[in-house]
């Protein structure tokens, strides 16, 4: 038998020098050298669906710093000669000549049969906008006097984008300062239901045993309830003396104390698995106290789940707003939401009439697509094994 011949190395015998051999380019260190909070971002800016809804919904919280300068009205003002007067559609081109942003103006008779005010528009009415005027007079955020609007109507003239109400209030002017009350609910009640899910959810996965079992049968108990008749009947529960703003913090707080159950139990569920690590281990061996275990060593572990958490239950809290308000029993006038706009528009008949008061539904399901929509980007980049 003979000698197996000896295969040939191709190993390089040179020394190897990182200064000079296998030098990386500026791209490649910057992926191999990027944090997880980087990784995460360029995952989720090839999202662009979610980069859409992220912009979307950073434009609507930015406008209600300027709730009171987007409006074109006040919120209050009434204009009795238009009521329920339909959307202008606004031109720029007036019998073949260019004008600039304008609306025609109305004329408008009662109709003697089904007591229906018609408007028409008045092609000799050319009612120019103006840009960064003054008009109605508010209080900015309830404590500086102004008239500032970014839009005014001309002068002596009106300018309805999405027609009157049955008051004669602007309707884009409402559904604005809707915007601010509706956005915030959803805010603060998920802060409200993050500390409880976070604390009761990550006390029951550190400890278990008992303390698990207690959590665990009280989140049973009250998820045992019908979501929407509790909700009803803790509202109705509310005084109907108090002040619309102690409603308004009545009502962002029992979605709050209602909706951590979830996340306390994904919560629960994570520091379980993640208490055993070895890192959690060594933590506790070297003396830290639980709370600095869970607050230092487990929840930066996940924090990128919880992010996507809450982009998909604030959604779940403007639709609770939105209900009880549509059903009376939650925020009433004179606040103003997007549920207390729907309120006006329960009648069928009224709104085969005026339709357009059906309007502010569309911020709705915008900004709950919106949210939906960046909550599976940033699921997609969180998750370390896509």
Known sequence: MTAQQPLDHFVSKAPFNPATDEKLTPEQERY??????????RKLRRHHLAVVSGVILLLLYLSIFVTEFIAPYALTTR?????????????FVHEGEFVGPFVYGYTYRLNM??????????LRQVNKLRFFCEGDSYRFWGLVEMNFHFVCPARNTEFFWLGTDRLGRDMFSRI????RISLTVGLIGITISFVLGIVVGGLAGYYGGWTDAIVQRSIECIRSFPELPLWMALSAALPVDWSPIVIYFGI??????LDWTGLARSVRSKLLALREEDFCTAAVLMGAKPSRVIFRHLMP??????????????????LGETALSFLGLGLR????????????????????????????????????LAFNFLGDGLRDAADPYK
Request: proline share 9%; glycine share 4%; charged share 5%.
């Open 32 to 41: 191999y050298m990027a944090s997880q909070w980087q990784m995460v971002w």
């Open 79 to 91: 204009h009795t000669d238009h009521l329920f007067a339909p959307p202008q559609t606004i031109h």
């Open 113 to 122: 049969d089904n007591l229906k005010r018609e408007y028409t528009p008045d």
């Open 176 to 179: 604005m300062y809707g915007t």
């Open 252 to 257: 962002t707080i029992i979605l709050g104390l």
């Open 301 to 318: 572990s996940f924090t990128s789940h919880l992010i996507a958490s809450a982009t998909l239950s604030i959604p779940g809290m403007i």
């Open 333 to 368: 006038p004179p606040i103003t939401s997007w549920g207390v706009l729907l309120n006006e528009a329960q009648n069928i008949n009224v709104v085969a009439l005026y339709p357009w008061l059906m309007l502010p539904v569309l911020p709705v399901i915008v900004t709950v």
